[in-house]
Protein backbone atom coordinates (compact mmCIF):
# COMPACT_ATOMS: atom_id res chain seq x y z
CA UNK A 1 0.00 0.00 0.00
CA UNK A 2 2.67 2.52 1.18
CA UNK A 3 4.33 1.33 -2.56
CA UNK A 4 1.14 2.71 -4.21
CA UNK A 5 0.92 5.75 -2.47
CA UNK A 6 4.56 6.67 -2.64
CA UNK A 7 4.40 7.19 1.00
CA UNK A 8 6.17 5.58 3.94
CA UNK A 9 4.24 6.87 6.93
CA UNK A 10 1.07 6.04 5.21
CA UNK A 11 0.09 3.03 6.91
CA UNK A 12 -0.02 2.57 10.91
CA UNK A 13 2.93 0.02 12.59
CA UNK A 14 2.32 -3.10 14.29
CA UNK A 15 2.81 -1.97 17.43
CA UNK A 16 0.26 1.08 16.87
CA UNK A 17 -2.14 -1.42 16.24
CA UNK A 18 -2.49 -3.27 19.70
CA UNK A 19 -4.63 -1.14 20.82
CA UNK A 20 -7.12 -2.12 17.59
CA UNK A 21 -6.86 -5.88 18.48
CA UNK A 22 -7.08 -5.13 22.68
CA UNK A 23 -10.55 -3.47 21.90
CA UNK A 24 -11.81 -6.56 20.12
CA UNK A 25 -10.08 -9.72 21.70
CA UNK A 26 -11.31 -10.44 25.45
CA UNK A 27 -9.14 -9.91 28.49
CA UNK A 28 -8.29 -13.79 28.95
CA UNK A 29 -6.37 -13.89 25.97
CA UNK A 30 -2.89 -13.34 26.06
CA UNK A 31 -0.57 -15.85 24.03
CA UNK A 32 -1.55 -18.06 21.45
CA UNK A 33 -2.93 -20.96 22.86
CA UNK A 34 -5.43 -18.47 24.49
CA UNK A 35 -5.68 -17.13 20.89
CA UNK A 36 -6.51 -20.64 19.54
CA UNK A 37 -8.69 -21.35 22.35
CA UNK A 38 -10.93 -18.74 21.81
CA UNK A 39 -11.39 -18.73 18.01
CA UNK A 40 -12.35 -21.95 18.48
CA UNK A 41 -15.17 -20.95 20.47
CA UNK A 42 -16.02 -17.34 19.04
CA UNK A 43 -19.19 -16.63 16.32
CA UNK A 44 -18.77 -15.49 13.18
CA UNK A 45 -19.56 -11.65 13.61
CA UNK A 46 -16.51 -11.87 16.43
CA UNK A 47 -14.01 -13.24 14.02
CA UNK A 48 -15.22 -11.32 11.59
CA UNK A 49 -14.73 -8.58 13.95
CA UNK A 50 -10.39 -9.13 13.27
CA UNK A 51 -10.58 -8.89 10.02
CA UNK A 52 -8.20 -5.96 8.76
CA UNK A 53 -9.36 -3.66 5.96
CA UNK A 54 -6.52 -0.96 4.08
CA UNK A 55 -9.16 1.39 5.45
CA UNK A 56 -8.08 0.14 9.35
CA UNK A 57 -4.48 -0.11 8.44
CA UNK A 58 -4.23 3.81 6.76
CA UNK A 59 -3.39 6.62 8.95
CA UNK A 60 -5.82 8.33 6.60
CA UNK A 61 -8.83 6.25 5.51
CA UNK A 62 -9.72 9.15 3.31
CA UNK A 63 -6.24 8.14 1.26
CA UNK A 64 -7.01 4.75 0.02
CA UNK A 65 -6.11 4.24 -3.36
CA UNK A 66 -8.47 3.24 -5.96
CA UNK A 67 -7.52 -0.82 -6.56
CA UNK A 68 -8.69 -0.19 -10.36
CA UNK A 69 -5.77 2.18 -10.60
CA UNK A 70 -2.98 -0.42 -9.37
CA UNK A 71 -4.16 -3.46 -10.04
CA UNK A 72 -2.33 -6.81 -9.52
CA UNK A 73 -2.31 -7.91 -12.56
CA UNK A 74 -1.29 -5.51 -15.48
CA UNK A 75 -2.25 -6.38 -19.13
CA UNK A 76 0.90 -5.72 -21.97
CA UNK A 77 -0.75 -7.51 -25.31
CA UNK A 78 -2.21 -10.25 -24.68
CA UNK A 79 -0.70 -11.37 -21.35
CA UNK A 80 -2.19 -10.18 -18.24
CA UNK A 81 1.43 -10.13 -16.08
CA UNK A 82 1.06 -10.33 -11.99
CA UNK A 83 2.54 -6.41 -10.80
CA UNK A 84 4.29 -5.77 -7.68
CA UNK A 85 4.89 -2.43 -6.32
CA UNK A 86 7.40 -1.14 -4.27
CA UNK A 87 8.69 2.20 -2.26
CA UNK A 88 12.10 2.17 -2.09
CA UNK A 89 13.49 5.42 -3.67
CA UNK A 90 17.13 5.53 -5.34
CA UNK A 91 17.22 1.30 -5.50
CA UNK A 92 16.56 -0.87 -8.97
CA UNK A 93 13.25 -2.06 -7.08
CA UNK A 94 11.67 0.86 -6.98
CA UNK A 95 8.76 1.23 -8.64
CA UNK A 96 5.96 -1.35 -11.15
CA UNK A 97 7.98 -4.63 -11.44
CA UNK A 98 5.85 -7.15 -13.45
CA UNK A 99 7.00 -10.86 -13.91
CA UNK A 100 7.48 -12.35 -16.94
CA UNK A 101 7.55 -16.53 -17.81
CA UNK A 102 10.58 -17.17 -19.99
CA UNK A 103 8.86 -18.50 -22.58
CA UNK A 104 6.86 -15.02 -22.80
CA UNK A 105 9.69 -12.48 -22.94
CA UNK A 106 9.47 -12.51 -26.63
CA UNK A 107 5.70 -11.75 -26.97
CA UNK A 108 6.12 -8.19 -25.23
CA UNK A 109 6.36 -5.16 -27.10
CA UNK A 110 8.08 -2.02 -25.93
CA UNK A 111 5.29 -0.36 -26.85
CA UNK A 112 3.29 -1.87 -24.69
CA UNK A 113 5.44 -1.07 -22.03
CA UNK A 114 4.52 2.13 -22.32
CA UNK A 115 1.18 2.61 -20.98
CA UNK A 116 1.71 2.00 -17.64
CA UNK A 117 -0.61 1.65 -14.98
CA UNK A 118 -3.85 3.79 -14.57
CA UNK A 119 -2.20 5.18 -11.35
CA UNK A 120 1.15 6.50 -12.79
CA UNK A 121 -0.09 7.56 -16.07
CA UNK A 122 -0.72 10.87 -15.93
CA UNK A 123 2.74 11.47 -13.40
CA UNK A 124 4.72 9.63 -16.40
CA UNK A 125 2.73 11.63 -19.05
CA UNK A 126 3.55 15.13 -17.34
CA UNK A 127 7.31 13.71 -17.08
CA UNK A 128 7.26 13.28 -21.26
CA UNK A 129 5.35 16.67 -22.03
CA UNK A 130 7.84 19.04 -19.64
CA UNK A 131 10.75 16.98 -21.32
CA UNK A 132 9.84 19.42 -24.73
CA UNK A 133 11.58 22.22 -25.54
CA UNK A 134 10.61 25.13 -23.96
CA UNK A 135 9.15 27.00 -27.15
CA UNK A 136 6.82 23.82 -27.48
CA UNK A 137 6.37 23.54 -23.93
CA UNK A 138 5.14 27.14 -23.43
CA UNK A 139 1.77 26.27 -25.75
CA UNK A 140 0.58 23.34 -23.84
CA UNK A 141 0.28 25.32 -19.93
CA UNK A 142 -1.49 24.35 -17.74
CA UNK A 143 0.36 20.95 -18.35
CA UNK A 144 -1.28 19.16 -16.14
CA UNK A 145 -4.58 19.89 -17.50
CA UNK A 146 -3.23 19.36 -20.98
CA UNK A 147 -2.06 15.65 -19.59
CA UNK A 148 -5.50 15.27 -18.04
CA UNK A 149 -7.46 16.28 -21.48
CA UNK A 150 -4.78 14.17 -23.48
CA UNK A 151 -5.13 10.89 -21.67
CA UNK A 152 -9.10 11.00 -22.09
CA UNK A 153 -8.38 10.75 -25.82
CA UNK A 154 -5.51 8.24 -25.91
CA UNK A 155 -6.44 4.62 -27.06
CA UNK A 156 -3.92 1.98 -25.94
CA UNK A 157 -4.98 -0.56 -28.36
CA UNK A 158 -4.23 1.68 -31.43
CA UNK A 159 -1.01 3.34 -30.10
CA UNK A 160 2.27 3.80 -27.97
CA UNK A 161 1.83 6.79 -25.15
CA UNK A 162 4.18 8.79 -27.04
CA UNK A 163 2.58 8.50 -30.63
CA UNK A 164 -0.66 9.19 -28.78
CA UNK A 165 1.17 12.49 -27.52
CA UNK A 166 3.22 13.37 -30.18
CA UNK A 167 -0.28 13.15 -31.82
CA UNK A 168 -2.26 15.68 -29.55
CA UNK A 169 0.78 18.31 -29.17
CA UNK A 170 0.87 18.39 -33.24
CA UNK A 171 -2.61 18.99 -33.14
CA UNK A 172 -2.64 21.99 -30.05
CA UNK A 173 0.87 23.17 -31.21
CA UNK A 174 1.44 22.89 -35.19
CA UNK A 175 4.60 21.19 -34.57
CA UNK A 176 5.27 17.57 -35.38
CA UNK A 177 7.42 15.59 -32.66
CA UNK A 178 9.86 12.77 -33.74
CA UNK A 179 8.64 10.52 -31.00
CA UNK A 180 12.49 9.12 -31.10
CA UNK A 181 12.83 12.43 -28.88
CA UNK A 182 11.59 10.82 -26.35
CA UNK A 183 13.85 7.56 -26.29
CA UNK A 184 16.71 9.69 -25.12
CA UNK A 185 14.63 11.57 -22.40
CA UNK A 186 15.73 10.63 -18.68
CA UNK A 187 12.36 10.02 -16.52
CA UNK A 188 11.85 9.16 -12.96
CA UNK A 189 13.19 4.94 -13.32
CA UNK A 190 10.51 4.31 -11.64
CA UNK A 191 7.61 5.68 -14.53
CA UNK A 192 9.11 2.69 -16.35
CA UNK A 193 7.85 -0.57 -15.77
CA UNK A 194 10.39 -3.18 -15.14
CA UNK A 195 10.28 -6.60 -16.13
CA UNK A 196 11.47 -9.51 -14.00
CA UNK A 197 11.75 -12.46 -15.87
CA UNK A 198 10.92 -15.80 -14.04
CA UNK A 199 12.69 -19.32 -14.90
CA UNK A 200 10.29 -22.65 -14.67
CA UNK A 201 10.77 -22.73 -10.83
CA UNK A 202 9.82 -19.10 -10.48
CA UNK A 203 12.80 -17.55 -9.18
CA UNK A 204 13.94 -14.61 -11.15
CA UNK A 205 16.98 -14.64 -13.67
CA UNK A 206 17.09 -11.35 -15.03
CA UNK A 207 15.29 -8.05 -14.45
CA UNK A 208 15.46 -4.84 -16.56
CA UNK A 209 13.58 -1.84 -17.57
CA UNK A 210 14.57 -1.81 -21.15
CA UNK A 211 12.71 -4.52 -22.73
CA UNK A 212 14.78 -4.85 -25.83
CA UNK A 213 18.50 -4.96 -24.08
CA UNK A 214 16.54 -7.53 -21.64
CA UNK A 215 15.23 -9.91 -24.94
CA UNK A 216 18.48 -9.51 -26.62
CA UNK A 217 20.63 -10.98 -23.45
CA UNK A 218 18.13 -13.89 -22.95
CA UNK A 219 16.86 -14.54 -26.97
CA UNK A 220 18.61 -17.70 -26.92
CA UNK A 221 17.66 -19.28 -23.43
CA UNK A 222 14.15 -19.32 -24.32
CA UNK A 223 12.90 -23.22 -24.75
CA UNK A 224 11.88 -24.29 -27.63
CA UNK A 225 10.43 -27.53 -26.57
CA UNK A 226 9.82 -30.47 -29.29
CA UNK A 227 6.20 -31.06 -30.32
CA UNK A 228 5.67 -34.69 -29.42
CA UNK A 229 9.15 -35.32 -29.64
CA UNK A 230 9.36 -35.16 -33.31
CA UNK A 231 11.60 -36.93 -35.56
CA UNK A 232 13.94 -35.27 -37.87
CA UNK A 233 11.72 -34.83 -41.29
CA UNK A 234 12.75 -34.79 -44.82
CA UNK A 235 9.04 -33.82 -46.35
CA UNK A 236 5.25 -32.52 -44.87
CA UNK A 237 4.45 -34.61 -41.48
CA UNK A 238 1.26 -36.77 -43.03
CA UNK A 239 -2.16 -35.37 -42.11
CA UNK A 240 -0.23 -32.15 -40.04
CA UNK A 241 -2.21 -29.12 -40.10
CA UNK A 242 -0.23 -26.45 -37.44
CA UNK A 243 -2.92 -24.29 -35.78
CA UNK A 244 -2.24 -20.30 -35.49
CA UNK A 245 -1.43 -20.80 -32.20
CA UNK A 246 -2.33 -22.55 -28.69
CA UNK A 247 -2.61 -21.42 -25.07
CA UNK A 248 -0.35 -22.62 -22.82
CA UNK A 249 0.31 -21.56 -18.77
CA UNK A 250 3.15 -21.26 -17.08
CA UNK A 251 3.55 -19.60 -13.77
CA UNK A 252 0.03 -19.10 -13.78
CA UNK A 253 0.69 -16.86 -16.37
CA UNK A 254 -1.61 -17.84 -20.06
CA UNK A 255 1.06 -17.55 -23.00
CA UNK A 256 0.04 -18.01 -27.14
CA UNK A 257 2.90 -20.66 -28.40
CA UNK A 258 2.99 -21.45 -32.03
CA UNK A 259 3.32 -25.39 -33.11
CA UNK A 260 5.96 -24.72 -35.76
CA UNK A 261 8.74 -26.29 -38.37
CA UNK A 262 11.98 -25.58 -37.29
CA UNK A 263 15.67 -25.74 -38.76
CA UNK A 264 18.32 -27.14 -36.88
CA UNK A 265 21.66 -28.07 -36.98
CA UNK A 266 20.82 -32.05 -37.66
CA UNK A 267 17.42 -31.26 -39.71
CA UNK A 268 14.15 -30.00 -39.37
CA UNK A 269 11.69 -31.00 -36.70
CA UNK A 270 8.51 -29.62 -34.93
CA UNK A 271 8.96 -27.23 -32.30
CA UNK A 272 6.45 -25.17 -30.43
CA UNK A 273 7.91 -21.36 -30.39
CA UNK A 274 6.91 -18.64 -28.03
CA UNK A 275 8.35 -16.54 -30.21
CA UNK A 276 5.83 -15.20 -33.04
CA UNK A 277 8.81 -13.69 -35.11
CA UNK A 278 10.68 -16.59 -34.63
CA UNK A 279 7.97 -18.86 -35.13
CA UNK A 280 7.38 -17.36 -38.90
CA UNK A 281 11.05 -16.92 -40.26
CA UNK A 282 12.17 -20.50 -38.69
CA UNK A 283 8.94 -21.90 -39.68
CA UNK A 284 9.72 -20.32 -43.15
CA UNK A 285 13.12 -21.56 -43.27
CA UNK A 286 12.22 -25.20 -42.50
CA UNK A 287 9.48 -25.17 -45.59
CA UNK A 288 12.28 -23.86 -47.94
CA UNK A 289 14.76 -26.58 -46.21
CA UNK A 290 11.76 -29.21 -46.77
CA UNK A 291 11.59 -27.97 -50.39
CA UNK A 292 15.46 -28.04 -51.36
CA UNK A 293 14.74 -31.97 -50.07
CA UNK A 294 11.94 -32.73 -52.38
CA UNK A 295 13.86 -30.49 -55.39
CA UNK A 296 16.84 -32.43 -54.48
CA UNK A 297 16.79 -34.06 -58.30
CA UNK A 298 16.56 -30.37 -59.78
CA UNK A 299 19.53 -29.22 -57.50
CA UNK A 300 21.63 -31.94 -58.37
CA UNK A 301 20.94 -30.72 -62.30
CA UNK A 302 21.77 -27.28 -61.51
CA UNK A 303 25.13 -28.16 -59.13
CA UNK A 304 26.49 -30.85 -62.29
CA UNK A 305 24.89 -28.66 -65.78
CA UNK A 306 24.52 -25.12 -65.17
CA UNK A 307 27.86 -23.13 -65.26
CA UNK A 308 26.13 -20.13 -64.20
CA UNK A 309 24.97 -21.70 -60.90
CA UNK A 310 28.62 -22.59 -59.74
CA UNK A 311 29.67 -19.23 -60.74
CA UNK A 312 27.21 -17.49 -58.77
CA UNK A 313 27.76 -19.99 -55.52
CA UNK A 314 31.27 -18.89 -55.81
CA UNK A 315 30.52 -15.62 -55.68
CA UNK A 316 27.80 -15.12 -52.61
CA UNK A 317 28.58 -18.44 -50.55
CA UNK A 318 31.52 -18.55 -48.67
CA UNK A 319 30.60 -22.17 -46.83
CA UNK A 320 28.78 -24.82 -47.23
CA UNK A 321 26.27 -23.07 -44.88
CA UNK A 322 26.03 -20.43 -46.86
CA UNK A 323 25.27 -22.76 -49.98
CA UNK A 324 22.26 -24.20 -47.59
CA UNK A 325 20.95 -20.35 -47.33
CA UNK A 326 21.62 -19.72 -51.21
CA UNK A 327 19.22 -22.57 -52.11
CA UNK A 328 16.72 -22.26 -49.97
CA UNK A 329 16.77 -18.28 -51.40
CA UNK A 330 16.39 -19.99 -54.78
CA UNK A 331 12.90 -22.02 -53.62
CA UNK A 332 11.61 -19.14 -52.14
CA UNK A 333 11.73 -16.75 -55.13
CA UNK A 334 10.45 -19.44 -57.01
CA UNK A 335 7.24 -19.75 -54.29
CA UNK A 336 4.23 -17.40 -54.48
CA UNK A 337 3.36 -17.06 -51.12
CA UNK A 338 5.41 -16.49 -47.86
CA UNK A 339 6.62 -19.82 -46.64
CA UNK A 340 5.99 -18.77 -43.00
CA UNK A 341 2.45 -18.50 -44.04
CA UNK A 342 2.42 -22.52 -45.38
CA UNK A 343 0.62 -24.13 -42.28
CA UNK A 344 -1.56 -27.50 -43.87
CA UNK A 345 0.00 -30.34 -46.30
CA UNK A 346 -2.38 -29.11 -48.95
CA UNK A 347 -1.03 -25.71 -49.04
CA UNK A 348 2.80 -27.30 -48.86
CA UNK A 349 2.07 -29.61 -51.95
CA UNK A 350 0.60 -26.32 -53.67
CA UNK A 351 3.97 -24.59 -53.58
CA UNK A 352 6.01 -27.65 -54.03
CA UNK A 353 4.42 -27.63 -57.51
CA UNK A 354 5.12 -24.43 -57.93
CA UNK A 355 8.88 -24.10 -57.05
CA UNK A 356 9.18 -27.79 -58.89
CA UNK A 357 7.73 -26.55 -61.91
CA UNK A 358 9.64 -22.98 -62.07
CA UNK A 359 13.14 -23.97 -60.19
CA UNK A 360 15.43 -24.98 -62.78
CA UNK A 361 14.71 -21.97 -65.17
CA UNK A 362 14.11 -18.88 -62.41
CA UNK A 363 17.51 -20.59 -60.53
CA UNK A 364 19.32 -20.46 -63.66
CA UNK A 365 17.82 -16.38 -64.18
CA UNK A 366 18.81 -16.06 -60.36
CA UNK A 367 22.30 -16.51 -61.21
CA UNK A 368 23.05 -15.03 -64.33
CA UNK A 369 21.83 -12.07 -61.97
CA UNK A 370 24.19 -12.55 -59.25
CA UNK A 371 26.83 -13.15 -61.45
CA UNK A 372 26.39 -10.11 -63.28
CA UNK A 373 25.67 -8.11 -59.65
CA UNK A 374 28.88 -8.98 -58.25
CA UNK A 375 30.88 -8.55 -61.74
CA UNK A 376 29.51 -5.12 -61.61
CA UNK A 377 29.99 -4.86 -57.92
CA UNK A 378 33.87 -5.41 -58.18
CA UNK A 379 34.04 -2.55 -61.17
CA UNK A 380 32.46 0.01 -59.24
CA UNK A 381 34.21 -0.20 -56.18
CA UNK A 382 37.14 0.61 -58.01
CA UNK A 383 35.63 3.33 -59.48
CA UNK A 384 34.36 4.80 -56.24
CA UNK A 385 37.86 4.49 -54.32
CA UNK A 386 40.98 6.41 -54.63
CA UNK A 387 41.19 9.57 -55.78
CA UNK A 388 38.14 11.73 -55.97
CA UNK A 389 37.02 15.45 -57.21
CA UNK A 390 36.00 17.29 -54.09
CA UNK A 391 32.93 18.25 -55.57
CA UNK A 392 31.96 14.70 -55.80
CA UNK A 393 32.93 13.32 -52.21
CA UNK A 394 29.62 14.05 -51.13
CA UNK A 395 27.47 11.91 -54.13
CA UNK A 396 30.70 9.41 -54.18
CA UNK A 397 30.23 8.39 -50.50
CA UNK A 398 26.58 8.13 -50.81
CA UNK A 399 26.86 5.56 -53.76
CA UNK A 400 29.91 4.16 -51.90
CA UNK A 401 27.05 2.97 -48.95
CA UNK A 402 24.59 2.15 -51.00
CA UNK A 403 26.60 -0.40 -52.80
CA UNK A 404 27.69 -1.56 -50.02
CA UNK A 405 24.09 -2.05 -48.00
CA UNK A 406 23.35 -4.15 -51.94
CA UNK A 407 26.53 -6.24 -51.89
CA UNK A 408 28.13 -6.87 -48.68
CA UNK A 409 25.82 -9.43 -47.88
CA UNK A 410 23.05 -9.83 -50.53
CA UNK A 411 21.89 -13.16 -49.07
CA UNK A 412 20.66 -11.82 -45.94
CA UNK A 413 20.21 -8.13 -46.85
CA UNK A 414 18.22 -8.51 -50.05
CA UNK A 415 14.86 -10.29 -50.19
CA UNK A 416 14.87 -13.62 -52.30
CA UNK A 417 12.07 -11.76 -55.11
CA UNK A 418 14.89 -8.63 -55.17
CA UNK A 419 18.23 -10.48 -55.90
CA UNK A 420 17.08 -10.74 -59.69
CA UNK A 421 17.11 -7.12 -59.90
CA UNK A 422 20.34 -6.69 -58.47
CA UNK A 423 22.23 -5.96 -61.97
CA UNK A 424 19.92 -3.06 -62.58
CA UNK A 425 20.45 -1.40 -59.16
CA UNK A 426 23.97 -1.19 -59.77
CA UNK A 427 23.27 -0.48 -63.17
CA UNK A 428 21.52 2.79 -61.83
CA UNK A 429 25.02 3.25 -59.51
CA UNK A 430 27.12 2.94 -62.47
CA UNK A 431 25.04 5.56 -64.53
CA UNK A 432 24.93 8.01 -61.70
CA UNK A 433 28.38 8.05 -61.64
CA UNK A 434 28.94 8.44 -65.25
CA UNK A 435 26.70 11.56 -65.35
CA UNK A 436 27.80 12.98 -62.21
CA UNK A 437 30.03 15.79 -63.61
CA UNK A 438 27.68 17.34 -65.43
CA UNK A 439 24.93 17.39 -62.60
CA UNK A 440 26.25 17.94 -59.54
CA UNK A 441 23.69 20.24 -58.48
CA UNK A 442 20.75 17.70 -59.37
CA UNK A 443 22.46 14.80 -57.95
CA UNK A 444 22.54 16.48 -54.85
CA UNK A 445 19.02 18.08 -54.67
CA UNK A 446 18.21 13.36 -55.33
CA UNK A 447 20.53 12.12 -52.52
CA UNK A 448 18.59 14.92 -50.16
CA UNK A 449 15.22 13.45 -51.36
CA UNK A 450 16.33 10.33 -50.90
CA UNK A 451 18.17 10.72 -47.45
CA UNK A 452 14.76 12.32 -46.26
CA UNK A 453 12.79 9.34 -47.48
CA UNK A 454 15.34 6.79 -45.41
CA UNK A 455 15.54 9.04 -42.55
CA UNK A 456 11.83 8.89 -42.12
CA UNK A 457 11.66 5.17 -42.96
CA UNK A 458 14.69 4.37 -40.15
CA UNK A 459 12.32 6.43 -37.33
CA UNK A 460 10.20 3.17 -38.02
CA UNK A 461 12.35 0.63 -39.02
CA UNK A 462 16.37 1.79 -37.09
CA UNK A 463 18.00 -0.80 -38.28
CA UNK A 464 17.27 -0.54 -41.99
CA UNK A 465 18.33 -1.68 -44.61
CA UNK A 466 19.15 -4.93 -42.20
CA UNK A 467 16.59 -7.05 -40.41
CA UNK A 468 14.12 -6.91 -43.15
CA UNK A 469 12.72 -10.27 -42.27
CA UNK A 470 11.58 -9.35 -39.16
CA UNK A 471 10.39 -6.28 -40.34
CA UNK A 472 6.37 -6.06 -41.54
CA UNK A 473 5.86 -6.86 -45.09
CA UNK A 474 4.33 -3.01 -45.47
CA UNK A 475 7.76 -1.50 -44.05
CA UNK A 476 9.52 -3.99 -46.57
CA UNK A 477 8.05 -2.96 -49.68
CA UNK A 478 8.65 0.71 -48.70
CA UNK A 479 12.20 -0.03 -48.35
CA UNK A 480 12.15 -0.67 -51.70
CA UNK A 481 10.40 1.96 -53.53
CA UNK A 482 12.89 3.80 -51.72
CA UNK A 483 15.54 1.69 -53.77
CA UNK A 484 13.33 2.05 -57.10
CA UNK A 485 12.61 5.81 -56.40
CA UNK A 486 16.80 5.90 -56.61
CA UNK A 487 16.45 4.48 -59.99
CA UNK A 488 13.89 6.94 -61.03
CA UNK A 489 16.30 9.97 -59.81
CA UNK A 490 19.64 9.06 -61.24
CA UNK A 491 19.12 6.39 -64.16
CA UNK A 492 15.23 7.03 -64.94
CA UNK A 493 15.92 4.81 -68.42
CA UNK A 494 16.05 2.08 -66.08
CA UNK A 495 12.73 2.66 -64.35
CA UNK A 496 10.44 -0.02 -64.83
CA UNK A 497 6.62 0.54 -64.41
CA UNK A 498 5.94 0.71 -60.98
CA UNK A 499 4.71 3.80 -59.67
CA UNK A 500 6.68 5.50 -57.48
CA UNK A 501 6.88 9.40 -56.13
CA UNK A 502 8.88 11.07 -53.43
CA UNK A 503 5.19 11.88 -53.04
CA UNK A 504 3.29 8.34 -53.06
CA UNK A 505 6.73 6.87 -50.32
CA UNK A 506 6.11 9.90 -48.17
CA UNK A 507 1.88 8.81 -48.07
CA UNK A 508 2.52 5.52 -47.01
CA UNK A 509 4.80 6.21 -44.75
CA UNK A 510 2.60 8.42 -43.32
CA UNK A 511 -0.31 5.71 -43.55
CA UNK A 512 1.59 3.16 -42.10
CA UNK A 513 2.62 5.44 -38.86
CA UNK A 514 -1.05 6.09 -38.59
CA UNK A 515 -1.99 2.29 -38.92
Avoid at 85 to 96: H, N, S, T, V, W
Avoid at 457 to 484: K, T, Y
Wanted: contains cysteine.
Amino acid sequence: MEAKLRRSDSIFAPDEMVSWFDARLPEDVLDMRSLEHWWKRADEAERRALYLSIRDLLRDPEAAPDPTLFPEQISLGHLALPAEYQFKPGQAEDGISVKVPMAALMQLRSADLEWTVPGALAEKAEALIRSLPKATRRQLVPIPDFVRDALQQLDSNKESLTEGLARLVRMRTGVTLDTSHWQSVEIDSRLKIRIEVLDESGSVIDSDRDLEALQARLEQQIPKPLVAQSAVITNWPPDCIFSDCIETEQGGVRLHAYPRLSLEADGVVERLIYNPIEARLGHADAVAALLVHQCSDQMRLLQSKEAVYQKARVAVCSSTADEHVFQRALVMACADTDLGLVLTATEFAHIKHTVRTNLVPNSVALASALVDAAQRARVLKSKLTGRIPAPWIGAVQAMRSHLAELMDDPLSAVPPNRLIELPRYLNAIEIRLEKLSGRLLLDAQWQREVDQLVDELRRLWPSCPSGWRQQESELVDIRWQIEEFRVLCFAQILKRGDKVSMKRISTALKDYRAS
